[in-house]
Every structure is written in structure tokens, then in C-alpha cells.
């Protein structure tokens, strides 16, 4: 495997149906890595393998891909771009070094650009974008660049432009070498040419664009420009090599995917402007270790089992390497060592620092695990999934094998963290949880493709709460004397309203008319009652209880008397509090372009 300062991790990334899967396709065919180029739609792509995804022909689950460009390795990870899947975007983004961010020219820049782009400003991530499908019908190059230009940063800067417009389009022009790409369609790139007459002088007016951006980013080529000496070309590129890596611009390149038009350019930018792990360091501190390895990401295969996809945060690894995972304590033998390509993979020897691959066959290892060679005090980063927004009640086809769907859903979560289940103890459903209905249904897919088992879906039963509108009295008297001891407990209570959620217990007792001993009992007994509203069964909540006045038997008194005279009185007083229905709100955060406030 490559030295560190060879390898280059990008996550391919963008908002869905902008073509991420096919660039990847491309850059992979571009490169060599592959011989033939694949389409989306006829499942032929080596990102897309999961049948999931041949059905719906979207991504689902981020892919790991790599190619060599330039005598350097270059680690692709395929992440889709649903917004149903965005857990896949959080995962990858914390083991790689840059991100490709794909725009259509139709659509512009659109909510996943967004999500994606400020992912990579927390992340400190350096970025190059490709404004894909220029040969659509409505396709507008100039125009998308002036939205990541106003919406994204104004360090947005144009490195190719197109020949041609929507179904003319015949090419793409690089400003920073002046030269001119005819389209290969879906042949290999070619040779350079010269740039068509027509658009000279616009080729040129971006050109200087790109000079004004690259410039302010060196001082000594700042004052060169300024004094109206000539910049040559690798000058040029080595300053935006180094304002790439910094984060100080944003190469803006063009083409289309499925033609593998403008791909050369994108490789040369990858490699040449995105940082290798070497210069940036590991994304997680693992001072104190020797060899450490961070695993993002857990898949199922159907041929290799369980693989889980690692990034190497210090040292080398190899079959032979044996760690400790830090959160179960467990030791981990890294024996079966995979190099992925997409669906397909093969055995590999090792992996260097900060590279990225996979390994089957682990015990107990998940997504989010630290692997390390000695127990160490490493405090690994929150992916900051985002919490689920759609929830259904699950219950088995078959009676029966409620163990069995809460094994395969634990099994899908351990690859799919955005998938929750829990249990509601109100309802007593079983509630699975995701980010949207297609999210949950795919996972209910896998779980009868892979474990076997039928799952139905409903509309889960509302968890509504009850309360009270007012005050109100109440006097509980629980007595019973049939002979010998009986029960006597009695007490006089106050209801009123009280913080949302809330419960408060108020003794005002005066003197000894209820013992001490007892008065806890009546707050049980309340309380106990409250589990179960008397509008709906609901349970009630902000309430403020206090407990009065009361008297007892010195023979017949006791804590169950008490605790029943206690719900007696809660009974009596609820009703007469004005009780109401509460029904559950979810906090909604919307985000709009400034462009259309």
C-alpha cells in the first residue's frame, strides 16, 4: 500500500440525483481503475451493488472506492445524497481529507448542497465542486456558479467553463491552462486543443477571474500580478494547489458524468488540492498509542459476512495486527484485511496511516469503535447523527418472532445508527425510527432479505398526556370495618396547575391530624392514580398537589389505607380541575436560502 503522503480520501458528495455515483463511475474509468463505464440505470455502476439501491436507482449506503491518479492513491467514498440516508455524510466526512461536491446545472445549488457544504466549514474540509448534467435541457453553468457563489462562498471560483449549452454542448474549457476538452462521450478523455474562437474572450474574462482569486491567496504572486508581469501556468496552479489545501478557494469545475466529459481535470484537482493525511493529521487525537484505527462504517455481504470500513488513524496494520476496542475491552485480530472497490473486494496485505479499507470477520467491532494496541484514554467524536423524524409501530408477520425483528433491527442499526428502536411504555409498541418512510421501509426490506423475517408496519398509537386547567378540592375517605381491624385513612387535598411536565408533592400539614409515617403513602397513592388519566388513560402531568388536611385511627390507620384514600381524592379533584387532553408537538427547524427571504 501507498506511503501516507501518497493517499488522498474525498468524499463524493451533494444533494440526490446530481450524479455522484456516476462521476465516481467516470473518475474510476478516467483513472483506469475500471475498463468499461457503468449507468445508474441499468445497475451497472460499482457503487450501487445493494439491490435496494438497483430498485430505487439511488444510493442508500456509502460506497468505498479507489483509484491512482498521478502516482497517488485516491480513496473515493460514494456517499448518497437522500436526505433519508444523511447519517452516510456524517459518517465519511470524519475519515476523509476533502470533499467533491456534485451540482446539477439544472437545479443549482439545492438543500444537500447546503447540508453537505456546511459539514465541510465544522469539518475544516477542503472542497472542489462539479457542475454536472450541462447537456440537460435548461442546464445553466454560469448561473449554478453564481449560486455557490452567493449561497456557499464567494471563494467559489470557476476553473472550466462549457462549449456549448444544453444539448450543444460539445466541451469544456480549462481557464487555468487555456486550453479546450472536446467531449469524449463515454470514451476516455483525449489530448487538449485549442479554445474555440467564439468563446476566447469569454475563457479569457474567467481567467482572470481565477487569476484575482489565486493571487490574493500569495503575497509575492500578489505583487507580480500587480506590477502586470506575466503568471505562468504552474505558478498559477501551484498557488491554487496550496489555496485548495488551505481551504482559502473552491475550485468550481464542470462537465458531464455519464459522458465522462471534464473528469481529467477533476482527478488533477483531487490530488494536487486536497491534502494527504500526512499534512493534515488524524481527525481524532490518539495520543498515547502506537497503532490506532477508527471504523465508520459496518456493512453486511452476503459472501464475506460483516465488514467493517476503517480508517488507519496512527501506524501501519496488517493481518497480523491485533487491537483493543476501547469500548467493549474486547481484543480484535485485523486476520481478514479487505481492499474494496465498490461491491467487489479482494484480499489485502496492509494499510498504511491514514489510509482507508476494510477488514471481515471482527468479534464484537461497530461503527464508531476505536481499535487501539494498548488501553488508552481517547475521547472519540460525536458523528452528530441527526435524531430520526418519522417513527411507525413494527410488529412480526408471524406470531412469534418478536425476538427475532428485534434482532435483525439491532443488526440493521449497528450499520444504520440513524435507525432507532425502542419500546414505548405507554402504548407497549414496538417503534422503529428513521428519517423518513422510505428509510424505514428499506430497512424492513433488508431485514426479510437478509434475517428472513416479515415485518409489518402501522401508524403509531399517539402517547397523549392529560392535565388540568384550574384548582380544585377533594376529600378522600377510604374506610373499612367489618369486625376486628379495619382500614382508615383520610385526607384533603389541593390540585392546580403546575409546570409543563412537572409533579410536585406539597406536605401543609399542621400538626398531627395525618402521621408523618402515612402522608408519604397518600403522595403514592396520587401519583400511582396519575399513571392512568381519567379521560383518556392517559398519563397526567404539570401538576401541583397539596396535601391539607386529613385524620386517621390510631387501630385501624395504615399506609394502604392511606395510598387508596390518596387516589380517591386525586380521582375527585382531577375531574373537577378542568382536565384536558394534551397532544405531542415536534420542533420543526426550516432552512431558507437568503436569496428568497
Not at 481529507?97 to 456546511?118: C, F, I, K
Not at 479569457?204 to 487569476?211: G, P, T
Not at 402521621?515 to 402531568?541: D, F, T
Request: glycine share 10%; with cysteine; proline share 5%.
Amino acid at each position: 500500500m501507498p506511503e501516507t503522503a501518497r493517499i488522498r480520501n474525498v468524499a463524493v458528495v451533494g444533494h440526490r440525483g446530481t450524479g455522484k455515483t456516476s462521476l465516481v463511475e467516470a473518475l474510476l474509468f478516467q483513472s483506469g481503475a475500471i475498463n468499461r463505464l457503468g449507468a445508474v440505470e441499468a445497475g451497472t455502476t460499482i457503487s450501487d451493488a445493494d439491490e435496494d439501491e438497483h430498485k430505487r436507482q439511488l444510493s442508500i449506503a456509502l460506497s468505498l472506492t479507489h483509484a491512482t491518479w498521478q502516482e497517488r492513491k485516491l480513496n473515493l467514498v460514494d456517499i448518497p445524497g437522500d436526505p433519508s440516508f444523511q447519517g452516510e455524510l456524517r459518517t465519511a466526512a470524519r475519515v476523509v481529507e476533502g470533499l467533491l461536491v456534485t451540482v446539477s446545472g439544472v437545479m443549482g445549488v439545492e438543500v444537500g448542497t447546503s447540508r453537505a457544504w456546511r459539514l465541510g466549514d465544522e469539518l475544516g474540509l477542503a472542497r472542489v465542486v462539479f457542475v454536472n448534467m450541462l447537456d440537460r435541457e435548461r442546464a445553466d453553468f454560469f448561473r449554478t456558479l453564481e449560486q455557490l457563489r452567493s449561497q456557499l462562498s464567494p471563494q467559489c471560483v470557476a476553473v472550466h467553463i462549457p462549449i456549448g449549452t444544453e444539448h450543444e454542448l460539445t466541451g469544456i474549457v480549462d481557464v487555468l491552462h487555456m486550453c479546450a476538452y472536446a467531449s469524449p462521450e463515454g470514451a476516455k478523455e483525449g489530448e487538449p486543443g485549442p479554445i474555440p474562437d467564439d468563446i476566447a474572450d469569454i475563457a479569457a474574462e474567467y481567467r482572470e477571474k481565477l487569476l484575482d482569486a489565486v493571487v490574493e491567496t500569495d503575497e509575492a504572486l500578489m505583487e507580480r500580478y500587480l506590477e502586470g508581469q506575466e503568471l505562468d501556468a504552474h505558478e498559477v496552479a501551484a498557488a491554487l494547489k496550496a489555496a485548495v489545501t488551505k481551504g482559502e478557494v473552491f475550485p468550481v469545475a464542470c462537465g458531464v458524468a455519464t459522458k465522462n466529459l471534464g473528469t481529467h481535470a477533476v482527478l488533477d484537482l483531487l490530488v494536487e488540492g486536497v491534502p494527504s493525511p500526512a499534512k493534515k493529521g488524524s481527525p481524532i487525537d490518539v495520543d498515547g498509542a502506537s497503532t490506532a484505527v477508527f471504523v465508520f462504517k459496518t456493512v453486511a455481504d452476503p459472501f464475506a459476512g460483516r465488514i467493517n470500513l476503517f480508517r488507519v488513524l496512527k501506524g501501519r496494520v496488517t493481518a497480523e495486527t491485533t487491537l483493543v476496542n476501547l469500548r467493549g475491552k474486547g481484543k480484535e485480530r485485523l486476520g481478514s484485511l479487505l481492499e474494496l472497490q465498490g461491491k467487489e473486494h479482494k484480499p489485502a496485505l496492509d494499510y498504511a496511516e491514514g489510509d482507508i479499507g476494510g477488514v471481515a470477520k471482527l468479534k464484537e467491532a461497530q461503527t464508531g469503535d476505536l481499535l487501539v494496541d494498548k488501553e488508552v484514554a481517547i475521547e472519540v467524536p460525536d458523528f452528530g447523527f441527526p435524531e430520526p423524524v418519522m417513527s411507525f409501530a413494527i410488529t412480526p408477520k408471524t406470531k412469534g418472532d418478536e425476538e427475532k425483528v428485534a434482532t435483525s433491527i439491532r443488526r440493521l442499526a449497528e450499520e444504520d445508527q440513524t435507525l432507532h428502536l425502542r419500546r414505548d411504555q405507554q402504548t407497549g409498541e414496538e417503534i422503529l425510527s428513521g428519517m423518513s418512510q422510505m428509510h424505514v421501509e428499506v430497512a424492513l426490506e433488508r431485514a426479510k432479505r437478509r434475517f428472513g423475517v416479515d415485518i409489518e408496519l402501522h401508524p403509531p398509537r399517539v402517547p397523549y398526556r392529560e392535565t388540568i386547567r384550574r384548582e380544585a378540592r377533594a376529600h378522600g375517605r377510604y374506610k373499612k370495618q367489618t369486625g376486628g381491624r379495619g382500614q382508615f385513612g383520610d385526607c384533603h387535598i389541593v390540585v392546580s396547575p403546575f409546570e409543563e411536565g412537572e409533579y410536585e408533592f406539597v406536605d401543609k400539614i399542621v400538626g398531627g391530624v395525618i402521621p408523618q409515617s402515612y402522608r408519604p403513602a397518600v403522595n403514592k397513592g396520587i401519583q400511582e392514580a396519575m399513571h392512568h388519566g381519567e379521560l383518556a388513560g392517559a398519563p397526567v402531568q404539570g401538576v401541583r398537589v397539596q396535601l391539607v388536611d386529613g385524620s386517621y385511627h390510631t387501630v385501624d390507620s395504615s399506609e394502604m389505607a392511606f395510598k387508596i384514600a390518596g387516589s380517591m381524592a386525586w380521582k375527585d379533584a382531577y375531574m373537577n380541575a378542568d382536565p384536558v387532553l394534551l397532544e405531542p408537538i415536534m420542533e420543526l427547524e426550516a432552512s431558507v436560502p437568503d436569496d428568497v427571504v
